[in-house]
């Protein structure tokens, strides 16, 4: 469980970085009604599902970093990680506040209100609620080209260093 929950971990923290990182490009200093907009923006859309397992991620993370050298200690790790969980719950709504300055850096008041608008049409709605199954299968489908593309590849760059004298 804990290989699983530390590559979710992960994942959210390479899917935060990756959704932040172009909003960092075009930064500029957005209003504090502009970042309250984006802040509900992202709220509806379900980034709490995103930044609640984040802050647990890390903890378990760095706990379980030290278990391998000290396997001795797991059970105060666990004492300290559970203490940790309980005093840091909250740590999650500063991701958030961070995606939110980084929406309202990136668009306008307006077009934020503009997608809070659409995000509580019907179609808003399926959109929230289909786009992450939708991302899933996408990332899916090109993990699998990937794979295609390395074997074709792999065959290439074998077959060119046999005209080349070398096998690989």
């Not at 940790?84 to 990136?106: F, I, P, T």
């Not at 307006?110 to 289909?130: A, C, H, R, S």
Request: proline share 4%.
């Amino acid at each position: 469980m804990y290989g699983s929950s530390r590559s979710h971990a992960a994942f959210i923290v390479a899917l935060v970085c990756a959704c932040l990182g172009p909003f960092a490009a075009h930064a500029q200093q957005p209003s504090a009604a502009a970042v309250a907009v984006a802040r509900e923006v992202i709220t509806i859309k379900g980034a709490h599902s995103m930044t609640d397992p984040l802050a647990r991620g890390v903890i378990e993370s760095v706990k379980n970093s030290f278990v391998p050298t000290n396997p001795n200690l797991t059970r105060e790790l666990n004492d300290v990680a559970l203490a940790l969980h309980k005093e840091l719950d909250g740590k999650s709504s500063e991701v958030l506040e961070q995606m939110a300055q980084a929406y309202a850096a990136r668009f306008t008041e307006q077009e934020l209100k503009d997608l809070l608008v659409f995000y509580k049409t019907p179609l808003g709605q399926k959109f929230i609620k289909e786009e992450p199954a939708a991302l899933e299968d996408g990332l899916k489908r090109a993990r699998q080209w990937a794979d295609a593309f390395a074997d074709t590849v792999m065959a290439r760059m074998r077959s060119e260093m046999q005209k080349k004298g070398h096998q690989l």
